[in-house]
């Protein structure tokens, strides 16, 4: 319980840090580009950005929380990656918004599998109402997957 606590508070600190608008109106591709492009300039590894199908209409917390699992997930490849290539992928279906992070760096073991960021990516995949998969080879690199049901939406609609 204490621990959930802390961590949604050092959520909202990095949130407020980040200066990210919470209720921007951008559509959450042209977010997830600006922000993958950005990540390119600061770390000077190249991304290949790529979204297809229509996003709709999101709630602007799913898109905020969306957002910031590609950022933590960008900012592991960044610190333990070492990768020639990156990947970020949208997918929009009727069914779900799928967001891939892909890097072609030095991979790991899952069952290794743990840390302060990937307890963030849960954290805010649960409070999007989505998921997070996270499928890793030592030496051939690794793939971040969050899934979005639009199921989530027309349940609360």
Known sequence: ?????????????????????????EPLG??????AEQWSRDTGLPVRISTTGDEGDLEPQVKFQL???TREALANVAKHANPTNV??????SKEDIKIRVRDDGRGF???GLR??????????TAMAGATLDIN???????????????????EVS
């Open 30 to 35: 042209v977010r997830l580009a600006a922000v």
């Open 109 to 111: 073991a899952i069952s």
């Open 136 to 154: 890793s080879t030592p030496g051939e690199g690794t793939e971040v997957v969050v899934a979005y049901s639009r199921r989530v939406e027309q």
């Open 87 to 92: 990947w970020v992928e949208m997918e929009c």
């Open 1 to 25: 319980e204490i621990g959930s606590v802390v961590e949604r508070a050092y959520l909202a600190v990095r949130d407020y840090l980040d200066g990210t608008d919470v209720e921007s109106d």
């Open 67 to 69: 957002l910031q699992v």
């Open 115 to 124: 840390g302060h960021g990937i307890g963030i990516m849960n954290e805010r």
